[in-house]
């Protein structure tokens, strides 16, 4: 199986920074696309970021120019930077990974566990 563990969530000012980290392991042979996702109560878990090999990147409207999204291949993680975050972006986010398992053909959609990220104003 594989799992996927996010960390770096919490509390900050508007304005302020944080660095989520998600580490995909277990049976892995290769990890294509890696995304976070984010969701709040009531409402439909969105997309926040997507990252494809190293050059395709993708970012939701609200998010460009204040967050960026990584890998590190070698480690199989995949990371968040937020900037100058502003409270409407509190909620909890999830890492998404799609793998290739050992053995396997086809590859399968992966979650984190989430990470609550709280912004005060």
């Known amino acids: 199986q594989v799992q996927l563990v996010e960390s770096g969530g919490g509390l900050v000012q508007a304005g302020g920074s944080l660095r989520l980290s998600c580490a995909a392991s277990?049976?892995?042979?290769?990890?294509?696309?890696m995304s976070w996702y984010r969701q709040v109560p009531g409402k439909q878990r969105e997309l926040v970021a997507s990252?494809?090999?190293?050059?395709?990147?993708n970012y939701a409207e609200s998010v460009e120019g204040r967050f960026t999204i990584s890998r590190d291949n070698a480690k199989n993680t995949v990371y968040l930077q937020m900037n100058s975050l502003k409270p409407e972006d509190t909620a909890v986010y999830y890492c998404?990974?799609?793998?290739?398992?050992?053995?396997?053909?086809?590859?399968?959609?992966?979650w984190g566990q989430g990470t609550q990220v709280t912004v005060s104003s």
């Open positions: 277990g049976s892995i042979f290769r990890v294509n696309a």
């Open positions: 998404n990974a799609e793998v290739q398992r050992w053995g396997y053909r086809a590859s399968e959609n992966y």
């Open positions: 990252i494809i090999g190293a050059a395709r990147i």
